[in-house]
């Protein structure tokens, strides 16, 4: 025991002491007249680069770990970065942590603040005025607070997070944009207590395709304002933001386990609250991206005349505008409504006490499973391959369009489920990787017709290839 | 701008806790001690937001040193193709960064219909091909090796041939000790996929730059990196740090028939759409896209600059959202091709051998394309 502290107790020491040591950070001070982004240069790690106020026209990068970029605001007065139209972005950064504070942000042509990649974004009491295609946009990074800011005239999201994980958007004020918060293919987002209104669309958590991200969910949005968020859209309109319906509240697009309550939602004409799906055209994209938005819980909202003059797509889909709309899709999606609220689509379930999440599934497709034991044929719903003996058995197979056939390979050596003909592989549509004993592959044959495969490793003996599912039309 | 070094620091710290209490006597003690371990004050050395690890690779086989010497042999030989004519090196050139240098390959029966991508770096790709339809370079190997167009092998052919060279036989038998009969088909793919998980690329001036060497990019450069991460070009958006690539599959609208991803995928909505290529040693693989349509970088830049295929009348839905025109001026652009020309290292290029097992000779592609075949150095 003794000797023990006597080795631990300097390195805890040690550890304890040095922490004054490691947050005495240096302090750079920038005036009027002076440039910032040269306070920037060669600021060691953990520097606060502090700005008096004053009109500064620069575009800043902030490479370096641990940098504080701190407005200092006197009597109201706070630093400007002022793009006056001609400058890209306010401030790029991608060094962790970073945190930035104090300052008035306005004419950029592309975005205010992004972080790229960053883990730790503090962004807290900015005012962000039109500053292009984002006020403030951390996307790739984690960690992210996004507090006490201010942003209007963006020709997209004031706020959007963009394949993210854990991140807060809280005490915000937004307004004058297309959308005012976005919480896009993000993962764990608080988004509450903000003032969110005068925007075309008010709250937006969704997915859109084409990311490296494929999920968005467990976003918690409670104790919003959300008001009157009618705004002509007055985005791009070969993006998608610009096919944004005006005069809806808060909608789940896409997303999974979003959680909705508590919020004021009042005077959207559209929709207060919307739970959909991806549209088809954009689903389509990407078949690894899961469109529908599931498990969405609306808990209680104070829900005001909403709806009362829908976009007119709105009111094509849906019939009328509404409180609260629901397209149909996805599962689990459910409601604690009280009776005067008006209901768009299709009636949303009432909430179980405690809404049930399903089991994830037994066997994601390409996983290998243990190899001591093999999975067994009867694990899987629909017909099942077996690699073994160096042969495929059954060599041939017919299914219906739709099934989805499981190969299990139960060979002590590797094989493969690869299309090709006679030894020729295609390797589409069928393109497993390589397969251990144990491993295990599935397709899901949308299309009718003949389907060949071989084995690649083993394609020169004749049992490995001219395999084949035959998928006949569904209606046959 | 007072900067203050750490043992100044410690120094201080030492004297106000010492008056404290006895017992931080020996806290002062070991705090000196890190004092005097702590290296000389900051030099320039200070990494950078943008030193970043890569995807970790797979762990390497017992036998992998093996296995890539096997690899390289096997890749820069012709004994591998039908006609014992084509080596995997003859499209994949080391002296054109890993790839030929041509707009589309030249294959058996003419030109192929796509542009040989770069290997270095396809160790981080968990898709290989323009339209990602193989899972892994173990299966990707197989489909230039016995496509009739490329290098049309015949399986059984080809291991008939590997096992009649007492070279390989017993090179595969060191290579893949657990195997009874090391010549096969998923070894030769093996052997090939660790020798191109060698060729790694992330020691470029950007990566110096990244690490904290701060003069390793010039003004110009850096002024390109900041361009390449606006939210004007958005070109980090799917080239994103540090491989330069995405392992996703987009549609950015060049002009033409290829029905890539969507091709595959059978998908419709996917139809022009294809993976992301690294732009690691991009400045050394001209010409551009997966037909080669593209002969320069600043074309590349211009192409985008333009909204991709938006001003070319391919059909919009083809095209990403995020590929938008966008303005940049001339210096801008020269900006942004001056930071892509700073992505080059091929410190891990491959030699060539000075010969193979099979007594073919080994290509040598400069010489070739006058028509003559000469021994090696």
């Keep these: ?476 | 701008m007072e900067r203050v070094g750490l043992p100044a620091l410690c120094a201080r710290r030492r004297l106000t806790r010492v008056a404290v209490a006895r017992w931080l006597w020996i806290g002062a003690a070991a705090l000196v001690a890190a004092c005097a371990a702590e290296p000389a004050p900051r030099t320039a050395r200070l990494p950078t937001g943008l030193d970043r690890p890569f995807p970790r690779l797979p762990a390497p086989s017992p036998a992998e040193a093996e296995r890539v010497d096997l690899g390289r042999l096997l890749f820069f030989d012709r004994v591998l193709s039908g006609p014992a004519d084509a080596a995997c090196a003859d499209c994949h050139r080391p002296e054109s960064a890993l790839a030929d240098g041509e707009p589309t390959s030249r294959g058996v029966h003419g030109p192929l219909a796509r542009n040989a991508p770069t290997l270095y770096n396809v160790a981080f790709k968990p898709r290989l091909f323009w339209d990602r339809r193989a899972p892994s370079l173990e299966v990707q190997v197989f489909t230039p090796l016995f496509s009739p167009d490329e290098m049309a092998a015949d399986p059984g052919e080809l291991l008939a041939r590997l096992r009649a060279i007492p070279d390989y036989v017993s090179r595969f038998a060191r290579a893949f000790p657990e195997s009874a009969a090391p010549i096969e088909l998923a070894n030769v793919a093996r052997a090939l996929a660790a020798f191109e998980r060698t060729l790694v690329s992330r020691r470029s001036r950007y990566d110096r730059w990244a690490a904290g060497e701060r003069d390793a990019l010039t003004r110009q450069e850096l002024r390109g990196l900041r361009l390449f991460r606006s939210l004007e070009t958005r070109c980090f958006e799917c080239h994103r740090p540090p491989t330069f690539d995405a392992p996703i599959a987009v549609g950015i609208g060049v002009p033409g028939d290829d029905a890539g991803v969507g091709g595959v995928t059978g998908n419709p909505a996917q139809r022009g759409f294809f993976g992301v290529p690294t732009l690691r040693n991009v400045a050394a693989t001209a010409p551009y896209m997966h037909d080669g349509s593209i002969a320069t970088l600043e074309e590349v830049v211009d192409f985008y600059r333009r909204g991709g295929g938006r001003a070319l009348g391919v059909d919009p839905s083809r095209i990403d959202g995020q590929i938008r025109a966008f303005d940049l001026r001339e210096d801008e652009a020269a900006d942004l091709v001056a930071f892509l020309r700073a992505l080059g290292d091929e410190s891990t290029r491959p030699r060539a051998p000075e010969s193979v097992p099979s007594g073919l000779p080994v290509p040598s592609p400069r010489l070739e394309r006058l028509g003559e075949e000469l021994p090696l150095r």
């Design chain 1, 1 to 476: 025991m003794t000797c023990f502290l006597g080795r631990a107790l300097p390195a805890v020491l040690w550890i304890l002491l040095a922490q004054p040591i490691v947050a005495a950070a240096d302090v750079i001070r920038v005036g009027p007249g002076e440039s910032i982004a040269q306070g920037l240069e060669g600021a060691p790690p953990g520097s606060v680069v502090e700005v008096e106020p004053g009109v500064y026209h620069e575009a800043l990068t902030v490479d370096t770990p641990g940098i504080t970029l701190r407005g200092i605001v006197r009597e109201g007065a706070r630093p400007v970065l002022d793009g006056k139209g001609e400058l890209g972005d306010g401030v790029i950064a991608s060094g962790s942590p970073f945190s930035m504070s104090g300052f008035e942000i306005r004419h950029y042509v592309g975005n205010g603040v992004t972080t790229q990649g960053v883990d730790g974004v503090v962004l807290t009491d900015l005012v962000i005025d039109d500053t292009g295609l984002y006020g403030v946009y951390p996307v790739q990074s984690r960690n992210i607070e996004v507090t006490h800011t201010t942003v209007t005239g963006i020709r997209d999201a004031g706020i959007y997070v963009g394949e993210s994980n854990r991140a807060l958007v809280a005490y915000n004020e937004v307004h004058r944009n297309v959308a005012g918060i976005e919480i896009e293919n993000t993962n764990d987002a608080v988004v509450r207590d903000n003032l969110v209104y005068d925007n075309t669309a008010g709250i937006a958590v969704f997915v859109l395709p084409n990311k490296v991200q494929k999920e968005g969910a467990r976003t918690h949005v409670l104790r919003n304002w959300v008001l009157r968020n009618n705004r002509a859209n007055f985005g791009d309109p070969e993006a998608i933001i610009g096919q944004l319906p005006h005069g809806v509240g808060i909608f789940v697009m896409g997303a999974d386990d979003t959680l909705i309550e508590d919020n004021w939602v009042k005077h959207n004409v559209s929709a207060g609250l919307a739970v959909l799906r991806l549209a088809k055209e954009n689903a389509d994209k990407d078949p690894e991206l899961e469109p529908n938005a599931d498990r969405t819980r609306l808990g209680f909202n104070q829900l005001v005349a909403n709806g009362l003059s829908p976009h007119p797509e709105i009111a094509a889909g849906y019939g009328r505008g509404a409180d609260v709309m629901w397209d149909g899709t996805g599962t689990g999606n459910c409601a604690d409504l009280p009776d005067a609220v008006t209901r768009g689509g299709t009636p949303l379930a009432r909430c179980a006490a405690q809404a049930a999440r399903p089991p994830s599934p037994l066997l994601p497709p390409g996983q290998p499973g243990p190899s001591a034991t093999l999975p067994r044929s009867q694990d899987f719903d629909g017909p099942v391959v077996r690699i073994r003996g160096m042969r495929f058995e059954p060599h041939e197979i017919e299914i219906g369009a739709g099934q989805t056939v499981t190969w299990i390979n139960e060979d002590a050596v590797t094989h493969t489920v690869t299309s090709g003909k006679g030894t020729r592989p295609t390797s589409a549509p069928l393109a497993s990787p390589f397969l251990p004993r144990g491993g295990v592959y599935q397709f899901t044959f949308e299309r009718s017709g003949d389907y060949e495969y071989l084995c690649l490793p083993h394609l020169d003996q004749a049992p490995m290839r001219g395999a084949r599912v035959r998928v006949a039309d569904a209606d046959s």
